[in-house]
């Protein structure tokens, strides 16, 4: 009788399901990785206005090819993400935070905001032109890393 339960179609079509659902099963961290938005693209804002967008792999800008700052003068800004439908969101899941690079290094400081994890303050601090990119960092690891923002860092006309 155990020779034909081993070769019943029952026998295996249960195998074949207990082993498929036992493999599915896996171990879960504090937060699951498949829930949270996976951005594809990045909004800059400054003041209010976009300035800057990444979409569909190329970075378009308001005006002139890049994003002006002048030396000294501080400014507002703020970062929303793009999903895969072209709608911006700033994620809500508090694991995730905001990262700011430049390249070179010395032409810009920013400072991300203490009430606004997308918010920072920017400016320049020397004349030239920058590479600005963003990264939504999820603990020690970025989900996204932005294409790169020209910034052009001029004296102040007055």
Do not use: R
């Not at 961290?29 to 594809?40: A, L, M, N, Q, R």
């Not at 990262?99 to 920013?110: C, F, G, I, K, Y």
């Not at 905001?113 to 303050?121: D, H, L, P, Q, Y």
Request: charged residues 30%; glycine residues 6%; hydrophobic residues 35%.
């Amino acid at each position: 009788m155990k020779e034909t339960l081993k070769k019943s179609p029952f026998f295996i079509l249960a195998l074949l399901l207990t082993t498929g659902f036992l493999a599915s099963c896996g171990t879960e961290d504090d937060h699951d990785h498949d829930e949270h938005s996976d951005p594809e693209g990045l909004a800059w804002y400054i003041e209010g206005s976009q300035v800057a967008k990444q979409e569909n792999g190329t970075v378009t800008y308001a005006e002139d090819g890049h994003i002006h700052g002048h030396i000294d003068v501080a400014y507002s800004a703020e970062v929303y993400f793009i999903d895969d439908d072209g709608d911006e969101f700033q994620p809500e899941e508090e694991y995730y935070t905001l990262d700011l690079e430049s390249d070179p290094e010395e032409l810009v400081t920013a400072t991300i905001s203490s009430s606004n994890k997308w918010a920072f303050e920017w400016q320049c601090i020397s004349v030239g032109t920058t590479d600005v990119i963003f990264k939504l960092m999820h603990d020690d690891h970025a989900d996204f890393v932005s294409m790169d923002f020209e910034v052009l860092c001029e004296e102040h006309d007055e």
